[in-house]
């Protein structure tokens, strides 16, 4: 049976690069499943898990939006940032959270630094949820 050549890569380094029979994503506006065989397409990523299963094995990571790209039984996600959602600090990442709500509160939506803050709270509780589906 066909394999999936999946690469993720941040403009940091190559976070990965393995075969697997299926890649599970977080496209924008929600997830999607690639397997050989399948259409070649372009589409953003949002924040949340990628799931890599080979077999009986899975690898879970965190995405941080960014884009993926379908082609000939190939993966490229090419991430804002990407890591094994075994490293998320869920504690640090509810304190960040609840740190930029209590900022919100205080912000109109004029102000500049609304959106900051409001990225923030959705980067944070988007890593909470990859670590507690994971």
Do not use: W
């Amino acid at each position: 049976m066909a394999k999936l050549s999946v690469d993720i890569v941040t403009p940091e380094k190559r976070i990965v690069s393995v075969e697997a029979d299926e890649a599970v994503i977080s496209g924008h506006p929600g997830l999607f499943g690639v397997r050989p065989g399948h259409t070649a397409f372009l589409t953003l990523m949002d924040d949340g898990l990628l799931t890599l299963k080979d077999g009986a094995t899975s690898q879970t990571f965190h995405i941080e939006g960014g884009f993926a790209e379908v082609s000939e039984n190939k993966v490229r996600i090419l991430a804002n940032a990407a890591y094994s959602v075994a490293v998320i600090d869920v504690a640090e990442a509810q304190r960040k959270l609840d740190e930029a709500q209590r900022k919100l509160q205080g912000l109109s939506t004029e102000d500049a630094r609304f959106e900051v803050e409001a990225a923030v709270v959705r980067r944070e509780a988007a890593r909470i949820a990859s670590a507690g589906r994971a």
